[in-house]
């Protein structure tokens, strides 16, 4: 019998799955089943899993290295990369999974019995294929070639190994998830900078020259904004003009803008607080059009990494802002972790109502500002402040908010802001959620005071991964005790 100690490889057949891409295994003893959680696999496989928490009941582990497939996965022409664990599992598997298990989890964790009647609709993304605005790839020293199952010393582009943080598989082709031409041309990049004699960046000791190449692509213009990050450690040799020519030989028009930062923090982030970015040429801005309004979005920013499914979350948002609520025309809505103040935005143009958008990011308080000029929007007033304290701060607030659009990130919404935002009063909270499992956990908080879940549907903004989304509708009048511990 294989032994169940942290730190060790074990190989496993995944018989089912749980929320959150977490594939169960099953060790018979003595005593029952014991069970392996292994992120990121499939009903059907055989894996190896290195044990890094071991409990009484459960071990949890990180997938090593999938041994044989499922019989449920399928062939794509696409390179297999770590961030689409599920790329061969058909989609209608992939919607199946998520729909079950997210309902479950709001049963177990929300205390939601009766969530299937309150249940609205599952919204699948318009494209499965293709479909991010967004990628960031990752230069490293350490590569792992995929056919031959081993590390090599050298240069490489592309992203991390499954499980690791400092190895990193060379993208060769499309990946089925970013646009294929720029994703077909990388190994050119790769090439130009490889030759170049600069190395790339050695995660474990910190050193090197190349870093990340991050690019944004604008739906609406269908061009690129792309960003090299590197240290200042040999950038004396390196030639910024040949490296111009060459992206704008390799994209053409479809170039905005191309920029340069020097990032000579130790931490693993793209994005350095303490360089500086250079315009190499064109523009540092792309615009984006979701639902009719336009955005000026900054390499920083933070926008919807899936436009044209983000448009039917937006969508559902609005609709469920407005649903059987006519206080909302000329009453006060507040929009919490506002980002670019997209919603709140979209939200202003369609009522007389005031609406405040309060976010922490400096830069992106900046972007929603000009947007909203951009847009002529003229009813909403944006606050670069913690949500936390911004709640504390503004007492006079309480019992003069129609709706709040909550829109928290992964880890949702701290207690005790969760706590003063309730005490605001407002008839009635939107609450969009990157992960139901926060938001079933602060479910409870908002029935003690007598909030009502109306409605819920799930957005599948992200095929191929485990993440799903969620919109809310809340509605202040009924404690829980009157829904009958629903």
Same mark, same amino acid.
């Given at each position: 019998?294989?032994?169940?100690?942290?730190?060790?490889?074990?190989?496993?057949?995944?018989?089912?799955?749980?929320?959150?891409?977490?594939?169960?295994?099953?060790?018979?003893?003595?005593?029952?089943d014991?069970?392996?959680?292994?992120?990121?696999?499939?009903?059907?496989?055989?894996?190896?899993?290195?044990?890094?928490?071991?409990?009484?009941?459960?071990?949890?582990?990180?997938?090593?290295e999938?041994l044989e497939?499922?019989?449920?996965?399928?062939d794509?022409?696409?390179?297999?990369?770590?961030?689409?664990?599920f790329?061969?599992?058909?989609?209608?598997?992939?919607?199946?999974?998520?729909?079950?298990?997210?309902?479950?989890?709001?049963?177990?964790?929300?205390?939601?019995?009766?969530?299937?009647?309150?249940?609205?609709?599952?919204?699948?993304?318009?494209?499965?294929?293709?479909y991010r605005?967004?990628?960031?790839?990752?230069?490293?020293?350490?590569?792992?070639?995929?056919?031959?199952?081993?590390?090599?010393?050298?240069?490489?582009?592309g992203?991390?190994?499954?499980?690791?943080?400092?190895?990193?598989?060379?993208?060769?082709?499309?990946?089925?998830l970013?646009?294929?031409?720029?994703?077909?041309k990388?190994?050119?990049?790769?090439?130009?900078?490889?030759?170049?004699?600069?190395?790339?960046?050695?995660?474990?000791?910190?050193?090197?020259?190349?870093?990340?190449?991050?690019?944004?692509?604008?739906?609406?213009?269908?061009?690129?904004? !792309?960003k090299?990050?590197?240290?200042?450690?040999? @950038?004396? &040799?390196? =030639?910024?003009? +040949? %490296?111009?020519?060459?992206?704008? $030989?390799?994209?053409?028009?479809?170039?905005?803008?191309?920029?340069?930062?020097?990032?000579?923090?130790?931490?693993?982030?793209?994005?350095?607080?303490?360089?500086?970015?250079?315009?190499?040429?064109?523009?540092?801005?792309?615009?984006?059009?979701?639902?009719g309004?336009?955005?000026?979005?900054?390499?920083?920013?933070?926008?919807?990494?899936?436009?044209?499914?983000?448009?039917?979350?937006?969508?559902?948002?609005?609709?469920?802002?407005?649903?059987?609520?006519?206080?909302?025309?000329?009453?006060?809505?507040?929009?919490?972790?506002?980002?670019?103040g997209?919603?709140?935005?979209?939200?202003a143009?369609?009522?007389?109502?005031?609406?405040?958008?309060?976010?922490?990011?400096?830069?992106? !308080?900046?972007?929603?500002?000009?947007?909203?000029? @951009?847009? &002529?929007? =003229?009813?909403? +007033? %944006?606050?670069?402040?913690?949500? $936390?304290?911004?709640?504390?701060?503004?007492?006079?607030?309480?019992?003069k908010?129609?709706?709040?659009?909550?829109?928290?990130?992964r880890?949702?919404?701290?207690?005790?802001?969760?706590?003063?935002?309730?005490?605001?009063?407002?008839?009635?909270?939107?609450?969009?959620?990157?992960?139901?499992?926060?938001?079933?956990?602060?479910?409870?908080?908002?029935f003690?005071?007598?909030?009502?879940?109306?409605?819920?549907?799930?957005?599948?903004?992200?095929?191929?991964?485990?993440?799903?989304?969620?919109?809310?509708?809340?509605?202040?009048?009924?404690?829980?005790?009157?829904?009958?511990?629903?």
């Open positions: 019998m294989q032994e169940i100690k942290r730190g060790n490889t074990i190989e496993v057949k995944i018989v089912d799955s749980a929320f959150g891409g977490k594939g169960i295994a099953k060790i018979p003893t003595e005593k029952g014991y069970i392996i959680f292994v992120p990121n696999t499939i009903k059907g496989q055989t894996v190896s899993a290195r044990i890094i928490k071991k409990k009484n009941k459960y071990a949890e582990c990180k997938l090593s999938v497939r499922s019989p449920d996965e399928v794509n022409p696409y390179q297999a990369i770590s961030g689409a664990p790329a061969k599992l058909p989609a209608s598997f992939q919607k199946e999974n998520k729909l079950t298990q997210s309902l479950e989890l709001y049963k177990r964790i929300g205390k939601v019995d009766n969530i299937d009647t309150l249940f609205d609709e599952y919204i699948e993304s318009p494209e499965i294929w293709h605005n967004k990628m960031e790839y990752s230069f490293s020293a350490i590569g792992y070639d995929v056919e031959k199952k081993e590390e090599f010393d050298g240069f490489a582009l992203f991390k190994k499954r499980g690791t943080w400092w190895i990193v598989e060379n993208l060769e082709k499309d990946s089925g970013f646009d294929p031409e720029f994703e077909n990388l190994k050119d990049i790769r090439q130009f900078c490889e030759k170049s004699g600069l190395p790339a960046w050695h995660p474990p000791k910190k050193v090197g020259f190349f870093r990340y190449l991050v690019v944004r692509k604008s739906y609406l213009t269908n061009q690129f904004l !792309i090299l990050v590197t240290s200042s450690d040999g @950038i004396e &040799n390196f =030639k910024f003009d +040949e %490296f111009t020519t060459l992206i704008k $030989n390799l994209f053409g028009d479809r170039l905005a803008g191309l920029l340069h930062t020097i990032n000579d923090d130790i931490g693993d982030n793209s994005q350095s607080r303490l360089g500086n970015e250079t315009v190499l040429l064109g523009e540092n801005t792309i615009k984006e059009e979701l639902l309004s336009t955005f000026e979005i900054s390499m920083q920013s933070f926008f919807q990494t899936n436009p044209k499914c983000a448009e039917l979350l937006y969508q559902k948002t609005i609709d469920y802002a407005f649903d059987n609520n006519s206080k909302i025309n000329d009453g006060v809505i507040m929009d919490l972790f506002c980002g670019t997209t919603i709140g935005q979209l939200i143009s369609k009522t007389k109502g005031k609406v405040i958008g309060v976010d922490i990011v400096e830069e992106a !308080i900046k972007n929603a500002i000009e947007n909203a000029t @951009i847009n &002529n929007i =003229k009813n909403i +007033e %944006f606050y670069a402040a913690d949500v $936390n304290k911004f709640l504390f701060e503004y007492p006079e607030y309480q019992n908010i129609d709706t709040i659009i909550l829109d928290p990130p880890a949702g919404i701290a207690k005790k802001a969760l706590n003063r935002m309730i005490e605001l009063n407002a008839s009635q909270i939107v609450y969009v959620s990157c992960n139901p499992a926060t938001q079933a956990r602060d479910m409870e908080e908002l003690n005071a007598g909030y009502q879940l109306n409605k819920l549907s799930l957005v599948d903004q992200f095929p191929h991964t485990a993440h799903i989304e969620a919109v809310a509708l809340f509605v202040k009048g009924t404690s829980q005790e009157e829904r009958g511990n629903s």
